[in-house]
């Protein structure tokens, strides 16, 4: 069989929830927003996100849902809502029946940015922080069980103090393909933010957008193989980050880590994107934007993890941000989880990617075609 | 509107206002379906057909091939007779032309797909719009990823033709300087390519070898000789060029032959043509065949080359005019769709089977050997040798594979010229001669050696006989015997194994035990008078079955497609297949052959089944430490001195069981006997007796034993039959005959 590797966007109107299954069961998981209700304040039931993940994601020995890698681009609501109800914190060998019946999902591996620590999050973002506390805490009593299923914690930028520590920090400039333990033939990711500056960016105006994490995931079908496709996720970064990202790999020889098959549209297609907002005041997009999305690959798609995006308020989603990304893709190749399927009832965006690049399910309906494609069950008249 | 395609104009209308039943439960399923049908709009044309306008949202890969886009533009348009699918159009005016599964138009755009090859009477009552127009969106899916177009399918696009040309199978031999074209039937449409001249022909045929294509070459459908002059060459000479020079060189010869004069020119052109324009070899020919619309006489008139004497009695050249290219290509024609002729290889193709050219021989071609062999010619199944004496007679009409016309006439003779014929080629070769008069002809001893296997189909017990013994090593073939039993309703397949460590003589003994054991077996020979028919033809007692041609058809089937799975396989088999007349099911009997082993060879040959051994043991293990025995049961082959000995009857109630002596009792014996006889309709006799020595003596007959022997030998000798007496002992077993 070829290999094939899968990526969801789910719809969950302004924020983002990304699941990646490679071809070998590997499972990362890119921010998360799990709600409960059943319908959104517009009327459009909400898609049960956590039902499909459970779904989709394996079962550890134990018969526990697990997913290898979280990341958690940065602390806020509508990147990590749900996060405390739906994944497992603690020890992984405290995992009791009443987790296994909540189905809670355990992370093999995370990651977050220095920007967890605060202790000013949001609900859910201080649940990440107290596991992600935990795992720091395992690694730094140099604790075997830091580097067990389960404890696994890397954080990706630098320190407060603009340090690292080996073993735990990630920083711009490096790829990353070893996940939960285990190296990947499939999945590598390049890590473009967030820097130094935007972390102190972010913690003077207390804006966690800024230092949100921006990776280039490149995906294979074979060891060792050609590059089939890349994916940029880049959180709420905005568009002084992208400036950066735009200059350091120019300068670093990175361009090619600039280039993008698909792209998740910072911020919930906001305009921070494109220029500073209110757009009102700050029609014009720069230019680094406009070069970055040039960076593109033939026939990619820009994806609108947001609400469906209307010519009015509020936003994001910014219904200008979506002209430029069209400007750049054409009006097919950009895509808007609020609407895909029915806009009443949205369902995940599910790419499939494989030797020949990735494509787009878009099966109507389950039934098969029928008539117009089996033969007539009788046959001999030839 | 978008487009200004005639095919489309017409005023748009709302759904509600569409008539045509069809084009509004399309235009329904697209409004009902918004999520990948966009854009739908309704247009009502002047001659009453409707379109449905939509832009179709496909699964494509991020660089889909062959052009296709993720948003398509497509018309979907349905007539008021509502007699055929509803035509599909690709409207955007770049689409990619010569696609496979289009329909060639005589514009190019808009592009006509054929998204079903259905046909519409066949599922009109189950028609579904949703999933027609989910049809086309797989059309688009899987042609942007090359996978539409199936590998045995045409490279071409379809366009409607005038008829159709049976291209030989072996085209590769047609001379394109030497053909002619006759109708298959009269006032047919259909033609035939044949070297043989046919005067009667309305067409003067010519062809070129042209030179090499890229799949989808063909863009639109060919009104004048023009519209192929683009696209085919020939050495670099475009078609017009090269039939120009052609018209020119041929002038003086039409117009000696002044029948030409009235016929109209037939052109086949030969296309090498390449899935892809990266491959390095073509995958196929395509045949392109089209006729003139007029005659030579009208071209030439009409375009002013020649002219008519004033007497009105000949033609003649005009001065300085010639066949120019200009001329040629205005010329109007006809296309017609040429088809390969039926051969052993289409054969195979359309019957699912892998082609086959393995030389077989087939002794027996009567009811069943007939049908199996007619099976083997249709799904081009290996070459036969086929070996029969016997002539077709009225009485065979009734479950023979050959017709009336065939009526005393060789049956092998007619069979190969029918299959040869039904072929198109050498299928099978007749030998006219009863087997066992040739069998050591040293051409048939060749074929033999030759052949994949001995398929034996003479339902005679003495060909079997003849085949598993009679050519000592000589020949190493497999054989396969098939026979129906008595009454027609079951069919046995005897196969040796493909090192003939399993004999067809061995089988055959398997086979008669086999019909003892299995209860169900138990009436498989028995041949009541209900079902014989007595005839004065070879002898005054000849009988023949009345067998019913279904069964005979049924198991031809089986027998056919058993054999061919046999060859492919390496064992040796027993098998019976029976149909059960109440429900028409067929049941499958099957037992595995076991192995003999020669315990006496010297004038006579005595083989032992080991199976028939084991029970032996058995009986004797169980009896110890006192003998037992029973009657010795198996055949005789006088002819070739070879008894087989594979069933007994033990020891009845009755017998005397010591230490030191067995004496066998009565009770049953006989019923017993008299019953397997009757099973095996007196295949299997009595042959002599065995008993068993305790521990540690020897297989040697003691005195007692060698009184016994002498009186069954006494007894048996008067009938003609030999005597045996086996003794077993601890680890062997001493076999005594008398002749």
């Known amino acids: 069989m070829a290999v094939s590797h899968k990526i969801k966007f789910y719809p969950v109107d302004n924020g983002d929830?990304?699941?990646?299954?490679?071809?070998?069961?590997?499972?990362?998981?890119?921010?998360?927003?799990?709600?409960?209700?059943?319908?959104?304040?517009?009327?459009?039931?909400?898609?049960?996100?956590?039902?499909?993940?459970?779904?989709?994601?394996?079962?550890?020995?134990?018969?526990?849902?697990y997913v290898d890698l979280f990341i958690n681009s940065h602390p806020?609501?509508?990147?990590?809502?749900?996060?405390?109800?739906?994944?497992?914190?603690?020890?992984?060998?405290?995992?009791?029946?009443?987790?296994?019946?909540?189905?809670?999902?355990?992370?093999?591996?995370?990651?977050?940015?220095?920007?967890?620590?605060?202790?000013?999050?949001?609900?859910?973002?201080?649940?990440?922080?107290?596991?992600?506390?935990?795992?720091?805490?395992?690694?730094?009593?140099?604790?075997?069980?830091?580097?067990?299923?389960?404890?696994?914690?890397?954080?990706?930028?630098?320190?407060?103090?603009?340090?690292?520590?080996?073993?735990?920090?990630?920083?711009?400039?490096?790829?990353?393909?070893?996940?939960?333990?285990?190296?990947?033939?499939?999945?590598?990711?390049?890590?473009?933010?967030?820097?130094?500056?935007?972390?102190?960016?972010?913690?003077?105006?207390?804006?966690?957008?800024?230092?949100?994490?921006?990776?280039?995931?490149?995906?294979?079908?074979?060891?060792?193989?050609?590059?089939?496709?890349?994916?940029?996720?880049?959180?709420?970064a905005d568009h002084y980050v992208f400036e950066q990202i735009l200059e350091k790999s120019k300068k670093n020889n990175n361009k090619d880590k600039l280039e993008w098959d698909l792209f998740l549209a910072p911020h919930h297609c906001s305009w921070s994107f494109f220029n500073d907002r209110p757009y009102e005041n700050n029609t014009e997009p720069k230019d680094y934007s406009l070069e970055f999305l040039d960076y593109k690959n033939a026939g990619a798609n820009v994806i609108a993890s947001s609400k469906k995006i209307e010519n009015k308020?509020?936003?994001?989603?910014?219904?200008?941000?979506?002209?430029?990304?069209?400007?750049?893709?054409?009006?097919?190749?950009?895509?808007?989880?609020?609407?895909?399927?029915?806009?009443?009832?949205?369902?995940?965006?599910?790419y499939t990617i494989d030797d020949n690049g990735f494509k787009l399910e878009k099966s109507a309906i389950a039934a098969s075609v029928g008539i117009m494609t089996s033969s007539t069950p009788r046959a001999g008249r030839n | 509107m978008k487009y200004s395609y005639k095919e489309i104009q017409g005023s748009i209308v709302d759904v509600n206002e569409l008539d045509?039943?069809?084009?509004?439960?399309?235009?329904?399923?697209?409004?009902?379906?918004?999520?990948?049908?966009?854009?739908?709009?309704?247009?009502?044309?002047?001659?009453?057909?409707?379109?449905?306008?939509?832009?179709?949202?496909?699964?494509?890969?991020?660089?889909?091939?062959?052009?296709?886009?993720?948003?398509?533009?497509?018309?979907?348009?349905c007539h008021p007779e509502d007699d055929s699918f509803p035509e599909v159009y690709a409207l955007r005016n770049n689409f990619q032309l010569g696609l496979p599964h289009t329909n060639l138009r005589i514009e190019d755009y808009p592009v006509c797909l054929c998204v079903t090859e259905q046909l519409f009477q066949e599922v009109k009552h189950r028609f579904n719009p949703f999933e027609f127009i989910e049809s086309i969106r797989q059309w688009l899916t899987l042609t942007s990823q090359d996978k539409l177009h199936a590998i045995d399918q045409p490279l071409e696009p379809f366009f409607v033709s005038k008829g159709g040309i049976i291209v030989p199978s072996n085209k590769d031999n047609i001379d394109v300087n030497n053909f002619y074209i006759t109708p298959v039937a009269p006032n047919s449409n259909l033609f035939r390519i044949q070297k043989e001249k046919n005067a009667d022909s309305a067409y003067f045929c010519f062809g070129f070898h042209a030179d090499e294509q890229v799949s989808g070459f063909i863009r639109r459908e060919p009104q004048v000789i023009?519209?192929?002059?683009?696209?085919?060459?020939?050495?670099?000479?475009?078609?017009?060029?090269?039939?120009?020079?052609?018209?020119?060189?041929?002038?003086?010869?039409?117009?000696?032959?002044?029948?030409?004069?009235?016929?109209?020119?037939?052109?086949?052109?030969?296309?090498?043509?390449?899935?892809?324009?990266?491959?390095?070899?073509?995958?196929r020919t395509e045949e392109l065949f089209f006729v003139t619309k007029k005659t030579v006489r009208e071209i030439a008139m009409e375009s002013n080359v020649w002219e008519e004497t004033l007497d009105k009695k000949s033609i003649v050249p005009l001065l300085g005019k010639h066949f120019t290219k200009e001329i040629i290509e205005k010329i109007g024609i006809e296309?017609?769709?040429?088809?390969?002729?039926?051969?052993?290889?289409?054969?195979?193709?359309?019957?699912n089977?892998?082609?086959?050219?393995?030389?077989?021989?087939?002794?027996?071609?009567?009811?069943?050997?007939?049908?199996?062999?007619?099976?083997?010619?249709?799904?081009?199944?290996?070459?036969?040798?086929?070996?029969?004496?016997?002539?077709?007679?009225?009485?065979?009409?009734?479950?023979?594979?050959?017709?009336?016309?065939?009526?005393?006439?060789?049956?092998?003779?007619?069979?190969?010229?029918?299959?040869?014929?039904?072929?198109?080629?050498?299928?099978?070769?007749?030998?006219?001669?009863?087997?066992?008069?040739?069998?050591?002809?040293?051409?048939?001893?060749?074929?033999?050696?030759?052949?994949?296997?001995?398929?034996?189909?003479?339902?005679?017990?003495?060909?079997?006989?003849?085949?598993?013994?009679?050519?000592?090593?000589?020949?190493?073939?497999?054989?396969?015997?098939?026979?129906?039993?008595?009454?027609?309703?079951?069919?046995?397949?005897?196969?040796?194994?493909?090192?003939?460590?399993?004999?067809?003589?061995?089988l055959e003994m398997e086979y008669y035990r086999f019909l003892y054991k299995n209860e169900n077996l138990h009436d498989h020979l028995i041949f009541n008078d209900d079902f014989k028919i007595r005839l004065n033809r070879n002898s005054c007692r000849e009988i023949s079955s009345r067998i019913n041609q279904t069964d005979i058809s049924m198991l031809s089937s089986i027998c056919a497609k058993s054999i061919r799975k046999i060859v492919e396989h390496r064992d040796a088999s027993i098998a019976v297949w029976r149909i059960n007349d109440s429900d028409c099911t067929i049941q499958q009997y099957t037992t595995a052959p076991t192995k003999w082993e020669k315990v006496y060879s010297n004038e006579w040959k005595i083989y032992l089944n080991n199976q028939l051994l084991d029970e032996m043991r058995s009986l004797r293990t169980q009896k110890l430490p006192k003998e037992t025995?029973?009657?010795?049961?198996?055949?005789?082959?006088?002819?070739?001195?070879?008894?087989?000995?594979?069933?007994?009857?033990?020891?009845?109630?009755?017998?005397?069981?010591?230490?030191?002596?067995?004496?066998?009792?009565?009770?049953?014996?006989?019923?017993?006997?008299?019953?397997?006889?009757t099973i095996t309709d007196n295949q299997i006799q009595y042959l002599g007796e065995w008993h068993s020595h305790p521990k540690g003596c020897s297989t040697n007959p003691s005195e007692l034993d060698k009184k016994l022997f002498a009186y069954l030998a006494d007894k048996l000798l008067r009938q003609g039959y030999p005597t045996i007496m086996g003794i077993l002992g601890d680890n062997n077993c001493g076999f005594t005959i008398s002749f």
């Open chain 1, 17 to 65: 929830n990304v699941l990646l299954k490679l071809d070998d069961k590997t499972t990362v998981i890119v921010d998360c927003q799990m709600k409960d209700c059943e319908e959104n304040t517009d009327g459009v039931t909400t898609y049960d996100v956590k039902k499909d993940l459970i779904k989709e994601l394996n079962k550890d020995s134990k018969n526990n849902p």
């Open chain 1, 76 to 236: 806020h609501n509508d990147h990590c809502l749900g996060f405390e109800k739906n994944f497992y914190c603690g020890s992984p060998d405290d995992y009791t029946d009443t987790n296994r019946k909540n189905e809670e999902i355990i992370i093999g591996e995370l990651w977050v940015t220095q920007r967890v620590f605060s202790n000013d999050l949001c609900c859910d973002g201080g649940a990440i922080r107290r596991e992600a506390k935990r795992r720091k805490k395992l690694f730094e009593d140099n604790s075997a069980e830091s580097s067990k299923y389960g404890n696994r914690l890397h954080i990706i930028g630098y320190n407060e103090d603009d340090t690292t520590v080996d073993g735990l920090h990630y920083v711009p400039g490096n790829t990353v393909s070893t996940f939960n333990g285990k190296t990947n033939d499939y999945l590598s990711m390049f890590i473009h933010a967030p820097f130094k500056s935007d972390l102190i960016r972010s913690k003077a105006d207390e804006d966690e957008n800024a230092a949100s994490i921006v990776v280039q995931m490149q995906l294979r079908t074979q060891k060792n193989g050609d590059i089939k496709s890349r994916i940029i996720i880049a959180g709420d």
């Open chain 1, 313 to 350: 308020k509020p936003n994001p989603p910014h219904h200008s941000a979506k002209e430029e990304y069209i400007r750049k893709v054409g009006d097919s190749k950009f895509k808007n989880t609020a609407i895909n399927k029915d806009e009443k009832a949205p369902e995940p965006l599910i």
């Open chain 2, 20 to 77: 045509v039943a069809r084009a509004k439960s399309i235009a329904l399923a697209a409004l009902n379906n918004p999520a990948y049908i966009l854009n739908p709009v309704f247009v009502k044309r002047i001659d009453g057909a409707e379109v449905i306008l939509v832009t179709l949202d496909i699964e494509v890969y991020q660089n889909p091939l062959n052009g296709v886009e993720e948003q398509e533009d497509i018309a979907i348009i």
């Open chain 2, 226 to 283: 023009k519209d192929l002059a683009d696209f085919i060459f020939i050495k670099g000479i475009d078609l017009s060029t090269a039939l120009s020079n052609c018209f020119n060189n041929l002038a003086q010869f039409f117009l000696e032959e002044k029948e030409l004069l009235q016929k109209k020119v037939a052109i086949c052109c030969g296309i090498p043509v390449k899935r892809y324009s990266k491959d390095i070899e073509p995958e």
């Open chain 2, 335 to 351: 296309t017609y769709t040429t088809m390969i002729d039926f051969n052993r290889l289409t054969a195979a193709i359309y019957n």
């Open chain 2, 353 to 506: 089977e892998i082609p086959n050219k393995d030389k077989f021989t087939l002794i027996g071609v009567g009811a069943l050997g007939s049908q199996v062999l007619s099976l083997y010619a249709r799904t081009g199944y290996g070459e036969w040798n086929i070996i029969d004496h016997d002539l077709l007679l009225p009485h065979n009409l009734a479950r023979h594979a050959l017709g009336r016309d065939s009526i005393g006439f060789s049956k092998v003779e007619k069979l190969a010229e029918q299959l040869n014929f039904l072929v198109g080629e050498e299928f099978c070769t007749p030998i006219k001669s009863d087997f066992i008069k040739v069998h050591s002809d040293e051409n048939v001893i060749s074929f033999l050696k030759e052949s994949k296997a001995i398929i034996d189909i003479s339902t005679s017990i003495a060909v079997g006989r003849l085949l598993a013994r009679d050519y000592a090593d000589k020949i190493s073939t497999r054989r396969i015997s098939a026979f129906l039993n008595p009454t027609g309703k079951d069919l046995v397949i005897l196969a040796e194994d493909e090192k003939r460590r399993h004999r067809l003589d061995f």
């Open chain 2, 629 to 677: 025995g029973g009657v010795l049961l198996g055949s005789i082959d006088m002819e070739r001195k070879i008894i087989y000995i594979y069933d007994t009857i033990a020891a009845p109630e009755d017998s005397d069981e010591t230490t030191s002596s067995f004496e066998r009792g009565i009770e049953g014996v006989l019923e017993e006997y008299n019953k397997y006889r």
